[in-house]
């Protein structure tokens, strides 16, 4: 596999770029185990009974810790290479100080087809109406924001005073996954 990405794709250059790893998995297996304990001595037995703290869980317990960042002076085909190599949909468009300017997702760089990819800078085509949260917002927030904007990840950010740096993602597909293991 090493010899094809070698093979067809080009080195990633860009200084700016940061990609961070996400939370181990056993964690998460270790908080729904214990929830479903608490739920088991609490005497709870039908899904739709839920007990009053979860209602008021904070975006850190579901929240993917770090994301795939890229500079805003990074082109499109070093963004393109970015994305394709973590295999994700989203690329997150920080500052020098790692705060969020905007985000670029797959769409995004599709619509960039017939421009130079190597001129074209994300700063062109960054979507720079991003939402976020930060990791003690309540998930019920999150939720309501989700929603009501119709997108599927939010951007959490930083919850010190006068920082926006990211710190990671809130994906529905992790909202989803607790509510399938809730019951």
Not at 9 to 16: F, G, K, N, Q, V
Not at 158 to 165: C, I, P, T, V, Y
Request: net charge negative; hydrophobic share 40%; proline share 3%.
């Amino acid at each position: 596999m090493e010899s094809f990405l070698s093979s067809t794709a080009m080195p990633i250059t860009s200084a700016e770029r940061r990609v961070f790893m996400p939370r181990e998995k056993w964690h998460k297996d270790t908080c729904f185990r214990e929830e479903a304990e608490l739920k088991l001595k609490s005497g709870l037995t039908r899904p739709e009974e839920k007990l009053p703290e979860a209602e008021e869980e904070n975006v850190r317990r579901l929240m993917r810790t770090g994301a795939i960042t890229c500079g805003a002076s990074a082109s499109i085909r070093e963004v393109a290479q970015i994305l394709a190599v973590n295999s994700s949909h989203y690329c997150v468009v920080t500052n020098q100080s790692h705060e969020v300017l905007g985000i670029i997702s797959a769409r995004s760089i599709l619509k960039a087809f017939d421009r130079d990819l190597d001129k074209t800078t994300a700063l062109d085509i960054l979507l720079p109406h991003t939402f976020t949260v930060t990791p003690n917002s309540t998930l019920k927030e999150a939720i309501r924001l989700m929603d009501g904007r119709k997108i599927e990840h939010l951007i959490v950010t930083s919850d010190r005073e006068g920082s926006k740096a990211v710190v990671g993602l809130l994906h529905i597909e992790d909202i989803i996954a607790k509510m399938a293991q809730e019951e």
